[in-house]
């Protein structure tokens, strides 16, 4: 989950000026590990406060299975929060570290708390909407070249639309009886499983033809995306029918989410590459 952040992040540099990658360079070292850490601060703290859900839905996350305590990973958890800050204002870039707050902010709110925003999914859709969007715009910021460019735009949009109307619905699919024995009000728990499946595989389907359409006017850049995003949506509406009522199953459709954001942000920059 992590890695996938930092993606986010080095695509957003990498689109800055236009898909020549010059957003590259030696400089981006620093803030690419502070945003590491900032993803790292993310997640450890999400499996410090799901840890009764992780066992009751046998996810195998690290604490839930008991190889790392919970007052461990808190540590680790807000020593990567202090290091992405550090990172950031070593950068010396005043937009990235105000970036970085919000993520960890965010981060922070959608764990923990006495109303977290993991207790719902249109909380939990707003929340991974504003943290993907941050990551893409922090790589911008971190490239140091001039404004977004238009491709950029369209790809940061279109990926944390991916993420908020697929993900954080379809993630919930395999996680259902851990999250009502928590009382989270999420897709399935509130909504029901059918009208769940339907929201996500409409979802999936609705952004990747808004991207394809958004993309043409960049497509010597955004086509291949465009095209792996199609086939992805096409793949998480088909496992939405095809898994429903087979809990063996429940997790397909977001693995395909995960697997077509990876594949999409690899053959972006084998296309930029080429570009290049």
């Known amino acids: 989950m992590q890695a996938i952040f930092l993606v986010r992040f080095l695509v957003g540099a990498a689109l800055a000026d236009g898909g020549r990658l010059t957003g590259w ?59 992405a800050v550090a990172f950031a204002l070593l950068a010396g870039n005043v937009a990235l570290l105000g970036c970085v707050l919000a993520f960890l902010l965010i981060g922070c709110a959608y764990s923990a708390g006495p109303w977290p925003l993991k207790r719902s999914t249109t909380a939990t859709s707003a929340a991974v909407l504003a943290m993907g969007l ?39 699919f395999a996680h259902a009886e851990g999250d009502a024995a928590a009382g989270r009000r999420t897709s399935v728990t509130a909504w029901g499983e059918a009208p769940a499946r339907w929201v996500a595989a409409l979802g999936a389907l609705g952004v990747a033809a808004g991207f394809a359409v958004a993309a043409r006017p960049y497509a010597a850049v955004l086509a291949p ?31 395909a989410f995960m697997v077509t954001q990876h594949i999409a942000h690899v053959v972006l920059l084998a296309r930029l590459a080429e570009v290049v």
């Open 134 to 172: 941050l990551s893409y715009a922090s790589g911008w910021l971190a490239s140091g070249v001039g404004r977004p460019s238009g491709a950029s735009v369209v790809l940061a949009v279109g990926m944390a639309l991916w993420m908020a109307a697929v993900g954080a619905v379809t993630k919930d």
């Open 25 to 83: 360079g030696p400089w981006l070292i620093g803030p690419a590990l502070c945003w590491a850490l900032a993803a790292a601060f993310a997640y450890g703290l999400n499996g410090v406060s799901d840890v009764a859900e992780d066992r009751v839905n046998g996810t195998g996350r690290p604490i839930a299975r008991g190889d790392l305590s919970p007052e461990s990973a808190a540590r680790m958890t807000w020593l990567c929060a202090a290091g």
């Open 225 to 255: 995306t465009a095209g792996v995003l199609a086939v992805g949506a096409g793949a998480v509406a088909v496992l939405c029918w095809t898994t429903r009522h087979d809990a063996d199953r429940a997790g397909e459709p977001y693995r």
